[in-house]
């Protein structure tokens, strides 16, 4: 008769061994679902500020042209009373004149287009066509181009036209660098040679012309934070005063 050992050996692992695996597949585990985590973050943040990017090439395209093709020519409002060719003394940021070629039954035409520049509350109704970001805070404001129908307003003219150029944005500011000149005694002309906020400055008298040079329009945005741009406006478009 064979003897039998009086222990029979035994394959496996130990209690300790099954628990250090355990933990190190688990903080494995946990370590991919954070940098996954942290991949799919970066990957959306990347999309939305290559989105509001490209919505700001736009606008950027779209403003370039409206100040470059400022015209000289003040309208009426609804209530008769005129506004210069381009004025900050509005409800707008901004508000002028611009020239361009127009379609009318597939002929070219000059015309005129009264347009402005305005920042709005999302609360607002001029927001309901903001452009759709759901990482947006829904107590912001966007930006937006208005455009009107006709030149000279009447109270039963139609209302203008609303653009939503950006969304998510915290301020807008627009700054004016020109002169104004007076052509009858040139020790008289005012030449801004820094920014103002106003335009026409305050101090112009009726009789000076006024030759607007540059445009500086600074954005703050949540995502790319503060952006800088400057128009120029064309130097043959004297704007008179009325």
Same mark, same amino acid.
């Given at each position: 008769m064979t003897n039998m050992p009086k222990y029979a050996s035994q394959?496996?692992?130990?209690?300790?061994?099954?628990?250090?695996?355990?933990?190190?597949?688990?903080?494995?585990?946990?370590?991919?679902?954070?940098?996954? =985590?942290?991949?799919?973050?970066? =990957? *959306?943040?990347?999309?939305?500020?290559?989105?509001?990017?490209?919505? &700001?090439?736009?606008?950027?395209?779209? &403003?370039r042209r409206d100040?470059? *093709?400022?015209?000289?020519?003040?309208?009426? $409002?609804?209530?008769? =009373?005129?506004?210069?060719?381009?004025?900050?003394?509005s409800h707008y940021l901004v508000e002028f004149t611009r020239a361009g070629q127009g379609l009318r039954k597939g002929k070219h035409r000059a015309n005129l287009q009264r347009v402005a520049y305005a920042l709005r509350s999302h609360d607002s109704e001029f927001c309901a066509d903001a452009i759709k970001d759901p990482s947006a805070s829904t107590t912001g404001n966007c930006f937006i181009r208005f455009f009107w129908p006709v030149l000279d307003q009447a109270s039963d003219s139609a209302p203008p036209i609303v653009q939503v150029l950006?969304?998510?944005?915290?301020?807008?500011?627009?700054?004016?660098?020109? *002169?104004?000149?007076?052509?009858?005694?040139?020790?008289?002309?005012?030449?801004?040679? $820094?920014?103002?906020?106003?335009?026409?400055?305050?101090f112009v008298m009726p009789n000076m012309t006024l030759d607007l040079a540059q445009v500086k329009v600074t954005y703050t945005l949540k995502k790319l934070g503060e952006i800088e741009r400057i128009y120029e406006v064309p130097r043959h478009a004297f704007i008179r005063p009325l």
């Open positions: 394959n496996g692992f130990t209690l300790l061994e099954v628990l250090l695996a355990v933990s190190i597949t688990a903080g494995i585990g946990i370590g991919a679902t954070q940098l996954l =985590s942290s991949i799919m973050a970066t =990957s *959306q943040a990347t999309e939305q500020r290559f989105l509001q990017l490209r919505y &700001m090439q736009r606008m950027d395209l779209l &403003m100040f470059w *093709q400022a015209a000289g020519r003040a309208i009426k $409002d609804e209530y008769g =009373s005129v506004k210069q060719a381009l004025t900050t003394d950006l969304d998510d944005v915290e301020d807008v500011s627009f700054a004016f660098r020109g *002169q104004a000149i007076d052509f009858g005694n040139p020790n008289n002309t005012i030449r801004n040679d $820094d920014w103002q906020e106003e335009w026409p400055s305050p």
